[in-house]
C-alpha cells in the first residue's frame, strides 16, 4: 500500500525558535498534501492544505506567518513552526492524496504519515 | 453546526463481543464520503473503512462493518468479535466533495473521537 514518511518523528526545542516538518510520500505523487494539528485527547484538526507548485490553503484561525508550508515537489511537503512557543506544542500530522490513475485503491482516501511530536520549552 | 459527531467520549467492551461506535454527520453536500480511522497510542492513524453517499451497500472490512443510514445521517462503525488489540482511539471523518471548493478537495473533517477499551 501506499507509504507516507515523515521526519522527524519527535523534536524537542527551546521556545523561540524554528522547526522544520517534513512530509514524504513514498511511492506515489501527491499534488494535495494535507497537515493536521491534533492536542492531545483531542481530535485531529485540519491547518492548510498543501498545493504542489502554488500555496497553501490555510484554515480559519491558522496563521500562515507561523506555520510556513512549502510543497516544492510532488512527493515532498514541510511545515515549518517559526518562532516556537509552548502553546505549539502538539502532535501534528500529514497525509497526501494519492491522484494517479489506479492507485487510489480505497476511492480517494487518504494517506496519513506516522505524526510528529512537538515538545517546545 | 458540528459537522460530524461522535457522542461517545469513552465506551467499553468484553473481549470477543461486538461493540458500535456511534458517528452522526451533517452536510447538505449530495456527494461526500465517510471514513473511520483507529489511532492507538503510537498516533499513526489507520484506515479502517470507507462508505460513499451514493453507496447502495453498507461497507464492510473483516471484522468492521459501517451501519450506514443516509436519511438519519448516521455512519456507525460495527466492530465484531473485539480483540485486545482494538483498544484506541477511534475516529468518524467526513469528506465532501462539493462544498471542500477548490484547491482544498479533499479534505477531511474530524469527529471528537471514542477511546474504545477492551476488557479480557
Known amino acids: 500500500g501506499a507509504v507516507v514518511s515523515q521526519h522527524p518523528s519527535w523534536v524537542i526545542c527551546k521556545s523561540g525558535t524554528s522547526v522544520k516538518i517534513e512530509c514524504r510520500s513514498l511511492d506515489f505523487q501527491a499534488t494535495t498534501m494535507f497537515w493536521y494539528r491534533q492536542f492531545p485527547k483531542q481530535s485531529l484538526m485540519l491547518m492548510a492544505t498543501s498545493n504542489e507548485g502554488s500555496k497553501a490553503t490555510y484554515e480559519q484561525g491558522v496563521e500562515k506567518d507561523k506555520f510556513l508550508i512549502n510543497h516544492a515537489s510532488l512527493t515532498l511537503s514541510t511545515l515549518t513552526v517559526t518562532s516556537a512557543h509552548p502553546e505549539d506544542s502538539s502532535f501534528y500530522i500529514c497525509s497526501a492524496r494519492d491522484e494517479s490513475s489506479g492507485r487510489d485503491f480505497i476511492r480517494e482516501t487518504q494517506y496519513f504519515g506516522p505524526g510528529t511530536r512537538l515538545l517546545v520549552l | 453546526a458540528q459537522k460530524i459527531t461522535q457522542t461517545q467520549p469513552g465506551m467499553f467492551v468484553q473481549e470477543k463481543e461486538a461493540v458500535t461506535l456511534d458517528c452522526t454527520y451533517d452536510?447538505?453536500?449530495?456527494?461526500?464520503?465517510l471514513f473511520w480511522y483507529k489511532q492507538p497510542s503510537s498516533g499513526e492513524m489507520i484506515f479502517l473503512i470507507y462508505q460513499g453517499s451514493y453507496d447502495q451497500q453498507n461497507a464492510t472490512e473483516g471484522r468492521y462493518s459501517l451501519n450506514f443510514q443516509k436519511a438519519r445521517k448516521s455512519a456507525n462503525l460495527v466492530i465484531s468479535a473485539s480483540q485486545l488489540g482494538d483498544s484506541a482511539m477511534y475516529f468518524c471523518?467526513?469528506?465532501?466533495?462539493?462544498?471542500?471548493?477548490?484547491?482544498?478537495?479533499?479534505?477531511?473533517?474530524f469527529g471528537q473521537g471514542t477511546i474504545l477499551t477492551v476488557h479480557p
Open positions: 452536510t447538505s453536500d449530495p456527494s461526500y464520503g
Open positions: 471523518a467526513m469528506r465532501e466533495d462539493h462544498n471542500a471548493g477548490g484547491t482544498s478537495y479533499g479534505k477531511l473533517t
